[in-house]
């Protein structure tokens, strides 16, 4: 009796036992399978929430680009709701968090950094901020699920060259002594950033030789500079710095080396290098819209030459309506315009430029400006080195500077001759503007010799505004880390330094080396100085025309230069953005980096 | 006595936990669907991304079969303010599933 009552007994043991088991086996497997659907569910919420942030971000860039360059209040827009018509469809809400640190139990904010060229830190206490950045946190709630994210919008001009016109890249030809290849051309140009080019504009391919006031006239050089640029110039039908085939002048081009003319014939420039993009407009119809040409491909280089090399790639159709307001700006901003109402020195006569100057009276205008009138030229007889006094940071000339004048004489029944009088001296500005209505022209006389005399222009902090053409003749060109702003009309510059900056030529611009590139008596090699530029060039395009300064008679028989866009001659150009403060605002916004915060 | 109840109990009980396993089965099936309906319709937006839509409307519709399951994709861009524009994909099952939407808001480029 006792073994059959154990027996039942343990048959509901046994059963409930099994019964348990079963259950705690298909418990787990519910469990798995449940956990699938969640994972899966958060997975389809995680990937709405990003799409939702990303959207929020990409609401911000449009913004900036419809901005066309006027600066946004981002304390204040971030107060208004994220998208102001309400996106329905995005099937969501974001909110950004402050920027006034964390709050309400969210150990999260967002950091401004738009205007520092510094890394800024976020609630990490790490500098994970790039500089020209906004950090925001978005807080997207899909359904009643809220996720928060960080993103990194950067707002930066993009462009470390700009023209409308040919840019192009080439070294100098050396000029060889006699059982030497005259053709070598050294000191290769270096673009390192990204690169925009516009295509001509129609209305400006003429330019009249007159002296007729209110039509332009070339820029007139010295006769050794204006012999040793027209000796080295690119190759094609017509005496032009512009495109190297002649059938593609409505297009837009980047060259980069290629066909050069030498006094020894034609010449090839290698080594140059283009690393970035290339960027062309879409606002022309033209089929190809623009093309880099890369000079000398399948052909060997000379020793200790490299290939010209284009690193990036073409294309098209890239310009919003911020960056096309900004690609006007050289060619229809009033320079005048941009002289504060406070500016000293706004004198009709003499009277305290004189005092700085020393200015002879008798000077009268010389003949290689452009700007019509009576205006004074004022021989710098001494160095200006110009800084910021107590309310005055802008300093305004009427007339035109410069430390080297070529004087006309008629004597009665003889030939017309040219005396030239130098004094080179240098040009310096200090946390302060200078605005020259009308030419600037820097020589440096004693052709390095002088070692007490390095610069010829340089600027620290400073802003130079030349209302007119802007001409260094073997001078040299240095700014410190501060930078400078260089803004003029024309720019034919042969000189040598390192300046950081940014320049902006409303027409067309032509950069060579400093001094000639041959050998010394020795037979060594010896290359120009050459000019690196950190920052950003930006350029017009309209056409200039040089031409030999003998005498203010203008022969129309004599040869000029045609120079159209950015000419860079043994010449280096990186792109830094500390120095385009002034631009960014004309950049697109872009999302950097975006990641959800736990 | 006891025996009929331990068979009666199992046989009640029985049925209920098997039961769960079409259950579990169903949630776990429908969990990776989603899964897979969000990562097609991710991939219809990256690609939107790239070569953004240029006017309203649908543009792109196709039937795929994701995890066996039958869908209808459809893309749909609605401009929202110059040069932005709304784009949602919508994944719609065969039968009597619930749609998944997924949205975005991206540039419109407007050649000239």
């Not at chain 1, 942030?53 to 209040?73: L, T």
């Amino acid at each position: 009796m006792r073994g059959r009552a154990a027996y039942r007994g343990a048959a509901i043991v046994t059963v409930l036992a099994v019964s348990a088991l079963l259950l705690l086996a298909l418990l787990a497997m519910v469990s798995v399978c449940l956990q699938d659907l969640r994972f899966g569910s958060s997975f389809a919420l995680n990937v709405q929430s990003e799409e939702l942030a990303r959207a929020a971000c990409c609401q911000f860039a449009q913004e900036v680009e419809q901005s066309q360059g006027r600066p946004i209040d981002w304390v204040e827009r971030l107060k208004q709701p994220v998208f102001p018509d309400g996106a329905s469809r995005l099937g969501g809400s974001v909110r950004v968090l402050s920027f006034r640190g964390a709050s309400s139990g969210i150990p999260y904010y967002s950091v401004d950094n738009l205007n520092s060229e510094l890394p800024a830190s976020d609630w990490t206490g790490s500098l994970r901020v790039p500089p020209f950045t906004l950090g925001l946190v978005l807080e997207t709630t899909v359904g009643n699920h809220k996720s928060y994210y960080r993103a990194l919008l950067q707002q930066r001009w993009p462009y470390v060259a700009v023209s409308q016109g040919t840019i192009s890249l080439m070294g100098t030809p050396r000029m060889a002594s006699p059982g030497q290849d005259p053709r070598l051309v050294v000191s290769p140009s270096q673009v390192n950033g990204n690169v925009f080019c516009l295509p001509y504009a129609e209305n400006t391919q003429q330019i009249p030789i007159s002296d007729s006031p209110g039509r332009p006239m070339p820029v007139r050089l010295p006769d050794n500079v204006f012999t040793q640029i027209i000796s080295s110039r690119p190759a094609g039908e017509d005496v032009l710095f512009g495109p190297v085939d002649s059938g593609y002048k409505k297009g837009a081009e980047v060259a980069v080396g290629g066909e050069i003319v030498t006094t020894g014939g034609i010449a090839k420039s290698f080594g140059n290098q283009l690393r970035g993009r290339v960027d062309f407009n879409t606002t022309l119809q033209e089929d190809p819209y623009g093309r880099v040409e890369v000079g000398g491909q399948g052909e060997a280089p000379p020793t200790g030459f490299g290939p010209n090399q284009f690193t990036g790639r073409a294309r098209n159709g890239r310009s919003g309506p911020t960056l096309q307001k900004a690609m006007e700006f050289p060619a229809t901003t009033d320079l005048t315009e941009l002289v504060p109402a406070e500016a000293p020195f706004q004198t009709q006569g003499t009277t305290s430029v004189a005092r700085m100057t020393n200015a002879p009276a008798n000077y009268r205008y010389p003949p290689f400006t452009f700007s019509p009138g009576d205006q004074k030229f004022y021989l710098m007889e001494n160095d200006w080195s110009l800084a910021s006094a107590p309310g005055t940071s802008f300093y305004y000339l009427k007339g035109s500077l410069g430390n080297r004048y070529a004087e006309v004489l008629r004597p009665p029944g003889g030939p017309v001759t040219t005396v030239e009088h130098k004094t080179g001296r240098g040009l310096s500005l200090r946390d302060c503007g200078l605005f020259i209505d009308g030419d600037l022209e820097l020589a440096d006389i004693s052709n390095g010799q002088d070692s007490q005399r390095t610069t010829s222009l340089g600027g620290v902090n400073s802003t130079l505004i030349v209302n007119g053409t802007l001409i260094l003749t073997n001078a040299s060109l240095d700014a410190l880390d501060q930078g400078m702003v260089l803004l003029c009309r024309r720019l034919v510059m042969k000189a040598s330094g390192n300046f950081r900056g940014l320049i902006v030529v409303q027409e067309s611009a032509l950069i060579f080396p400093r001094g000639v590139a041959g050998e010394d008596d020795l037979g060594n090699p010896v290359a120009p100085a050459c000019l690196s530029i950190d920052g950003a060039i930006l350029c017009g395009g309209g056409p200039i025309s040089l031409a030999r300064y003998v005498s203010d008679e203008l022969n129309p028989t004599d040869e000029q230069i045609k120079v159209h866009g950015l000419n860079l001659w043994s010449t280096a150009l990186n792109y830094d953005p500390r120095y385009l403060k002034s631009l960014h605002r004309y950049g697109e916004m872009r999302l950097l980096h975006l990641e959800r915060l736990p | 006595m006891e025996l009929v109840v331990a068979l009666f109990l199992l046989s009640l009980s029985l049925p209920m936990l098997l039961n769960l396993v079409p259950g579990g089965r169903m949630a776990q099936r429908s969990g990776e669907n989603l899964q897979a309906a969000a990562a097609y319709a991710e991939g219809w937006l990256e690609a939107a991304r790239e070569s953004p839509p240029t006017t309203d409307g649908v543009d792109r519709r196709q039937r795929v079969v994701l995890n066996g399951v039958p869908y209808v994709a459809e893309r749909e861009a609605t401009l929202v303010a110059p040069g932005l524009q709304d784009v949602v994909v919508t994944m719609t099952p065969a039968g009597r599933g619930k749609p998944f939407r997924l949205a975005t808001r991206m540039k419109r480029n407007v050649r000239p």
